[in-house]
């Protein structure tokens, strides 16, 4: 199975940037879908984007296009996620997930492996 880390969260000033990291190890993410979510405390987990290991390509929820970027370095086994333009409304613990076979789910219910979160906390 595949194990992940999540690094790169901070406090940070609304308008800034940060690259969150999620390194895996065990076996190749390239074999998985991948995810980010973000949870705050008392609201469900929530996806924001993700990577479908059959296509390849990132996707993101409507709410976050043009601000958040996924990719994914497959020679460091690492999934990231680029965000720009914080908001206040970022502020949440960021967890990447991963998933083997079936079809590519945004619920994280269907996501059997997950990292231990960063906390990303955007001061206005």
């Known amino acids: 199975q595949v194990q992940l880390v999540e690094t790169g969260g901070g406090l940070v000033q609304a308008g800034d940037s940060l690259k969150l990291s999620c390194a895996a190890s065990?076996?190749?993410?390239?074999?998985?879908?991948t995810g980010w979510f973000r949870q705050v405390p008392g609201k469900e987990r929530e996806f924001v984007a993700g990577?479908?290991?059959?296509?390849?390509?990132?996707y993101k929820v409507d709410s976050v296009k043009g601000r958040f970027t996924i990719s994914r370095d497959d020679a460091k086994n690492t999934l990231y996620l680029q965000i720009d333009s914080l908001k206040s409304e970022d502020t949440a613990v960021y967890y990447c997930?991963?998933?083997?076979?079936?079809?590519?789910?945004?619920?994280?219910?269907?996501?059997?492996?997950w990292g231990q979160g960063t906390q990303v906390t955007v001061s206005s």
């Open positions: 997930a991963a998933k083997a076979g079936g079809a590519y789910s945004r619920a994280a219910i269907g996501y059997p492996y």
């Open positions: 065990g076996r190749a993410l390239s074999n998985y879908d």
């Open positions: 990577i479908y290991w059959l296509i390849g390509s990132g």
